[in-house]
């Protein structure tokens, strides 16, 4: 079964960019890595989906190295909307149809 | 027009009654799933079901019986409920369950047994 470790949780500054890294071991080899955001009171939201190297979109980047055993969610310049529990999501190696999430990191967001 | 709806989006109940959490997708994706969340946040598989087919059922108790009756939709019976079961459960789908899968959310139906 995959095994995921996340920061519990991180605190940062309005402007500042932060940086989120999910280990995780035994996932499906031809499975993406994927990133969710979470509010309160609502489900995970899709943030970004990257397989090897460097993924930029518009609202984050995602670094996975080349063993794959572990991604990097970075978020440039946050704001305080951006206080949210961050998970990532990556298919088990034992069986790449269960999409296992990540413990969740809880990003705080100060002024 | 919501992509992912489930209903009810709360739940109070008393401990041994029987309980529907119902999910439907507009989005055409083949594959859904259920997901419990509990008090700790962390996001536990239950159920995968591609194209009415159950492809994952994650060591879930046989109380918990889901039913596809169709590929856009995806509901949770609970018979016998116990303390243990109150947790906010998210249903969710994407159009393949491999490769470049995103998952699109509902907003969850938060269970609540007394």
């Known amino acids: 079964l995959a095994k995921t470790t996340q920061p519990i949780s991180m605190d940062s500054y309005e402007g500042q960019e932060v940086n989120i890294t999910c280990s995780h071991n035994?996932?499906?080899?031809?499975?993406?890595i994927t990133w969710y955001q979470q509010f309160p009171s609502q489900g995970p939201r899709f943030i970004i989906q990257?397989?090897?190297t460097k993924v930029t979109n518009e609202v984050a980047s995602l670094f996975i190295p080349a063993d794959r055993k572990s991604s990097t969610l970075s978020l440039p310049r946050v704001s305080l909307s951006d206080t949210a529990v961050y998970y990532c999501?990556?298919?088990?190696?034992?069986?790449?149809?269960?999409?296992?999430f990540g413990s969740g990191t809880r990003l705080l967001v100060r002024p | 027009d919501t992509a992912v709806s489930q209903t009810p989006k709360y739940l109070v109940t008393q401990m041994g009654n029987d309980k529907s959490i119902k999910c439907e997708q507009n989005?055409?994706?083949?594959?859904m799933y259920w997901y419990k969340q509990d008090s700790k946040k962390f996001l536990k598989i239950m159920f995968s079901?591609?194209?009415?087919?159950?492809?994952i059922n994650e060591t879930v108790p046989n109380r918990f019986s889901p039913k596809s009756p169709d590929k856009a939709h995806l509901n949770l019976h609970i018979n016998s409920l116990e303390l243990g079961d109150s947790a906010v459960y998210f249903c969710?789908?994407?159009?393949?369950?491999?490769?470049?899968?995103?998952?699109?959310f509902g907003a969850g139906s938060r269970l609540t047994v007394l």
């Open positions: 989005l055409g994706h083949d594959t």
């Open positions: 969710a789908s994407s159009p393949q369950y491999t490769g470049a899968n995103v998952l699109t």
């Open positions: 999501l990556v298919g088990d190696g034992d069986s790449s149809y269960k999409l296992i």
């Open positions: 035994n996932i499906a080899t031809n499975d993406y």
């Open positions: 079901y591609n194209n009415k087919e159950l492809i």
């Open positions: 990257g397989y090897k």
